[in-house]
Nanobody
Framework: QVQLVESGGGSVQAGGSLRLSCEIS????????MAWIRQTPGREREGVAG???????TYADSVKGRFTASWDREKNVLSLQMNSLKPGDTAMYYC????????????????????WGQGTQVTVSS
């Protein structure tokens, strides 16, 4: 069993920065993709960034160059540094441990698959 607890969300003006953290408890297999996934009302959950078992990050096109994901295995913490935030980044952000292949697609995400945190809200105002 894997438990995930997100923190670090909040409200910020466009152009600002936030850092999300996800504390991980339980065993995380190297085959997992540790992912950040976001959802806005009325839309599917979509992948933002993922880190595979080798520590390689991947990103959705919409956040490349602005977001940086990392997975500290010693501290068991997944992080997402978000810079140059835009109003379009406003969403509930979830930390998830899902199948490894997801890191290479970052498409719509099924919350019935894998392990998920409760989410943390990010609001970016213009």
């Amino acid at each position: 069993q894997v438990q995930l607890v997100e923190s670090g969300g909040g409200s910020v003006q466009a152009g600002g920065s936030l850092r999300l953290s996800c504390e991980i408890s339980g065993y995380t297999y190297s085959t997992y993709c540790m992912a950040w996934i976001r959802q806005t009302p009325g839309r599917e959950r979509e992948g933002v960034a993922g880190v595979d078992g080798d520590g390689n990050p991947t990103y959705a096109d919409s956040v490349k160059g602005r977001f940086t994901a990392s997975w500290d295995r010693e501290k068991n913490v997944l992080s997402l540094q978000m810079n140059s935030l835009k109003p379009g980044d406003t969403a509930m952000y979830y930390c998830a441990a899902v199948g490894g292949g997801y890191c290479y697609t970052l498409g719509p995400a099924d919350s019935d698959s894998g392990y998920w945190g409760q989410g943390t809200q990010v609001t970016v105002s213009s």
